[in-house]
């Protein structure tokens, strides 16, 4: 079974508040700052091989209003992600919503730069 996605960028103007921001709603370390060629990155930790993604500073490149939502892997809690999120500067656009009980349950918030994020989790 091969993947849909295999990397995603997340438009940031500021990428050290950005990293700040997201490591606290996920409650784990990001890698690094990269360049590559002039673009600034921070990967987000993921298993090899596999999806991964960054946050991308990049001449260009910012959030917008709509367009393709990215959903994060927040486990083990969908509300737990949702407080940390707020208590750092986001914003709830949809509460914790149960999908199907097998599935789990998402949100939506808008972080800090405005970007719309998916948030899922079985709990």
Not at 22 to 43: I, N
Not at 86 to 99: C, D, H, K, N, S
Request: charged letters at 25%.
């Amino acid at each position: 079974m091969r993947n849909a996605n295999t990397w995603f960028d997340i438009p940031v103007a500021d990428l050290a508040a950005a990293q700040r921001f997201y490591e606290r709603l996920l409650d784990r370390p990001m890698r690094g700052t990269e360049d590559l060629g002039g673009d600034t990155m921070v990967v987000f930790a993921h298993d090899k091989p596999g999806a991964g993604g960054c946050l991308a500073h990049r001449p260009g490149h910012k959030a917008t209003e709509g367009g393709t939502v990215v959903y994060l892997d927040c486990a083990p809690s969908v509300q737990a992600a949702l407080d940390r999120a707020v208590e750092a500067g986001g914003r709830v656009v949809t509460p914790r919503t149960l999908i199907a009980p097998e599935v789990g349950y998402f949100a939506l918030l808008r972080d800090p730069e405005g970007n719309l994020v998916g948030l899922h989790a079985k709990e």
